[in-house]
């Protein structure tokens, strides 16, 4: 049994470094960030993983950029894929050597919200509010996983079992994205009523908004239109079969979309850039948090629907004024209200899709690594991962803690 672990921390804005840290145990101890509550919390029913596979995820940049309460030394990561080796006294099920993909949430499986599947606002994990998460800010302390090793509560009903480890290693690229962005992209498509022969806008080519536009294929969308800045993510949408406007162009929205489509809406709309949004078109080198809400209202049509995964703070350190600094933005709730549009908003609840987009994996019907063109680096590289993530870099990036990806890339 390893006795040491090493992990990504974030210690001031711009910067993160690999330090070493505790072993994990089935006791939470104090820490960055960990609440005073839970300092103690015993964890019988939890698991010790070697974490084969850990993401960078766009939360974690914007925590790294500042732009939230974190605390030095918070150790990053809630995209996690590990090994099972060493199992609490009453963990029933998940047993040694199985191979599981962790949901960033974290959720007891006991309480009313859990019962009813919003496992991503779980009562009974997070002292200060509703849900949690591994390594990030306000979220109770759970420690993160872009470790060599973590803790994982609640395992029996936490982990995803991959039926076939060999079968599993073959497309762990892809199935590294279930602990997160594939769940949350799809998430975003479902919950705006993306279905066969929609047409569908998708504001951000980030990694998220690069599995929304892939989840709105997987649900049938006939047109999948991507909007953002970077040029570089424009053409990795467009590498897999999707539209894509120039938001940094004077033309309205509207009117690029009326380019594609013939009208200037779409039947459904998805947010995945969330609180650091820019201005567009002139505008475009300026924050100004609700573009993105405001400008998806006015090209969704009326009775149509928001999908809305770009996260959203209530502290916002670097916030373009008082109010967005406490997540206070200017909505025009009143144009979604005229058109009789609905919102659905928040962390993406995994459990609610994980099995099925692993057996969409497993089965070649998803190739997921290849949309978000997912790159491996070691864990030593990742303050350099996280360097050319915060530049745009158009690529999702795996950390490889114990060198078990080799050379693989996206199929």
């Known amino acids: 049994m390893a006795s040491t672990n090493r992990a990504v921390a974030y210690i001031s804005p711009g910067k993160v470094e690999v330090q070493s840290i505790d072993y994990p145990g089935l006791v939470l101890k104090d820490g960055p960030g960990v609440n005073p509550a839970n300092v103690g ?32 030394n918070l150790v990053l990561g809630h995209e996690i894929t590990g090994e099972v080796v060493e199992t609490g006294r009453d963990v029933e099920f998940i047993k040694e050597g199985d191979l599981c993909s962790v949901p960033f949430n974290i959720a007891c499986g006991r309480c009313r919200n859990c019962k009813e599947r919003h496992t991503g606002v779980c009562l009974n994990v997070n002292p200060d509010r509703p849900g949690s998460a591994y390594g990030y800010v306000d979220m109770g302390g759970w420690v993160g996983g872009q470790a060599e090793y973590v803790m994982v509560p609640y395992a029996d009903w936490n982990l995803l079992k991959f039926p076939d480890k060999d079968q599993a290693m073959e497309r762990i690229l892809d199935l590294t994205m279930l602990s997160d962005i594939f769940p949350t992209g799809y998430h975003g498509c479902y919950t705006a009523g993306v279905t066969t022969g929609s047409t569908v806008y998708v504001a951000g080519a980030g990694p998220v908004g690069l599995a929304a536009a892939h989840s709105a294929q997987l649900l049938g969308a006939a047109v999948v239109i991507v909007g953002d800045m970077n040029a570089q993510r424009l053409e990795q949408a467009r590498s897999f079969g999707c539209e894509t406007v120039d938001l940094s162009q004077d033309a309205s929205l509207g009117d690029q979309i009326d380019q594609i489509l013939g009208v200037p809406e779409v ?3 998805v947010d995945a850039v969330g609180f650091e949004a820019k201005g567009h078109g002139k505008d475009a080198a300026h924050e100004a948090p609700a573009t993105v809400l ?9 009775a149509g629907a928001l999908g809305i995964p770009g996260l959203y703070v209530t502290g916002d350190p670097g916030g373009v004024d008082d109010a967005a600094k406490e997540g206070s933005l200017s909505i025009r709730i009143g144009l979604g209200w005229a058109r009789s549009q609905s919102f659905t908003t928040g962390q993406c609840p995994v459990m609610k899709y994980h099995r099925g987009l692993m057996m969409a994996i497993l089965n070649d019907k998803a190739h997921i690594a290849k949309a978000v ?27 490889d803690p114990h060198g078990l990806l080799g050379d693989k890339k996206a199929a």
């Open 41 to 72: 919390r015993r964890c019988d029913h939890g698991v010790i993983l070697r974490v084969v596979s850990t993401n960078i995820c766009g939360s974690d940049q914007h925590m790294v950029r500042g732009r939230t309460t974190a605390p030095a």
């Open 267 to 269: 039947d459904a709309a």
């Open 294 to 302: 405001n400008s998806i209202m006015e090209i969704t049509k009326a």
């Open 373 to 399: 063109n997912a790159t491996v680096l070691p864990l030593d590289e990742a303050p350099r991962g996280y360097q050319e993530f915060d530049k745009g870099a158009a690529r999702k990036y795996v950390l």
